[in-house]
């Protein structure tokens, strides 16, 4: 019995195990196909980014990166360091030539790494989009594939080139993914609060 004195039958108390189970099997099929997503974007990813691996320093990586005395401290993230414009990027470039010095090899696998999350972040941003109430009814189950879709056009897009083969450019791919970063966690932070009816609107109705 509830509080307002309403208690479930028995067809319906026969029912929440078959309810669960139900629920339970469409997590476990969303889970693997963002998993078999995640392999797809990234193997798609590499055949178009991957020949760019050996690419040499260019341009605006000499000043950048060859001729920053700064990346080569040993102290750590020194002040000077952190006190530019672009602490974010200059701490990773710190961090790529602790590790490598100066192998291009591993400053391309950060941008890559950067790019393709930022392409998870927003197959999940639209999927979860899509998912809102005003919606679902009109794309359904359709819209893991439509985000799955639009994750992949992005990632390989022309225009995406120079921001994840030229090194420095990484400071491009870093803004893109720390933006998108923010709105799945608006879009996911307003859809987990069911109390609140302007969540359910959706990230526009969120900010209000």
């Not at 004195?5 to 319906?12: K, Q, V």
């Not at 020949?51 to 605006?60: A, R």
């Not at 950060?110 to 919606?135: C, D, E, K, W, Y």
């Not at 992949?152 to 225009?159: D, E, G, N, R, S």
């Amino acid at each position: 019995m509830t509080s307002s004195g309403w208690s479930p039958g028995p067809g319906e108390l026969a029912r929440r195990p078959e309810m669960l189970d139900a629920r339970s099997e469409q997590s476990r099929e969303m889970a693997r196909f963002r998993c078999a997503f995640a392999v797809l974007l990234i193997a798609v990813a590499l055949c178009a980014y991957g020949p760019s691996f050996s690419g040499v320093f260019v341009f605006d990586d000499v000043d950048e990166i060859l001729l920053n005395q700064k990346i080569r401290s040993l102290q750590g993230l020194s002040p000077q360091l952190l006190h530019t414009g672009r602490p974010v990027v200059y701490a990773t470039l710190w961090l790529n030539y602790q590790i490598g010095k100066y192998d291009v090899l591993g400053y391309h696998v950060f941008n890559f790494a950067t790019h393709v999350a930022s392409g998870l972040l927003l197959f999940g941003i639209v999927g979860r989009t899509l998912q809102l109430p005003r919606f679902s009814g009109r794309y359904g189950e359709s819209s893991r594939y439509l985000a799955a879709t639009i994750a992949l056009i992005w990632t390989v897009h022309p225009l995406q080139t120079q921001a994840v083969t030229d090194v420095i450019q990484r400071c491009e791919s870093l803004m893109g993914f720390f933006y998108l970063l923010a709105l799945y966690c608006l879009i996911r932070g307003a859809t987990n609060r069911g109390s609140d009816s302007n969540c359910r609107k959706g990230p526009q109705g969120a900010s209000h």
